[in-house]
């Protein structure tokens, strides 16, 4: 069977959805009242069905009161329930100006089921978005907020069965840049230490060299 989730005005809530378990689940971002759309993938046949719709069970909601939390520098586990709907938020305290980033790792989504992380604000509006690409399975969102207080982190995919993650948040701009403005500086005979704290990471340093020396 085939099932769409339509607002009153004709908009998709989710799209036509083709689901082997038959179950699909969906987050709605506001109250009202959806329609659910249910037929066959093969037109010209015809079949009984039952169904019912329930509120499905769930480690995070994506409000602020059912949200989880993560603090910078640390990290945050859930899952995503079956059905490929499910949204979970986490309370983040950012301060303005500053350079954050958030990934999540997961075994079973990938660019195949992209994973998908937003930055909501207090007013429920998105700031930032990143999803799971070829060639990165592990979607990085890196954002500097404009103004400090509590966000909201979400994590979503349309994987149709259940998928378990961990969320991880850090201080970006506690690292070494990938620019000459933001580059550590070599100093000749002394050791650096570092470390690539996420996927797609990339430190520069810059160095002063003499001509004719071999480095």
Known sequence: LVMAGVEADGHYIFPPVLSEANYVTFTPQRSADYFLEISHLVRNVQTDFTFIA???????????????????????????????????????????????AFYIESALLSYQWPATVKIIDAFGAVKASASSTPSESKPVLD?????????????????????????????????????????????????????????????????????????
Do not use: C, H, M
């Open 54 to 100: 329930n509120v499905a069970a769930d480690d995070f909601g994506a409000t602020r009161t059912s949200a989880g939390k993560i603090d910078i520098g640390s990290t945050a586990s859930g899952q995503l329930e079956r059905g490929g709907g499910d949204r979970d938020w986490f309370a983040v305290n950012l301060q303005a100006g500053k350079d954050y």
């Open 143 to 215: 954002f500097r907020p404009g103004s400090g207080g509590t966000y909201f982190v979400e994590v979503s995919s349309r994987f149709p069965d259940s998928a378990a993650y961990t969320l991880r948040a850090l201080d970006a701009g506690a690292d070494i840049g990938d620019t000459a403005a933001t580059a550590a500086s070599l100093i000749d005979g002394k050791w650096q230490a570092s470390n690539l704290d996420r996927p797609g990471d990339l430190d520069s340093y810059k160095f002063k060299v003499v001509e004719g020396n071999t480095y």
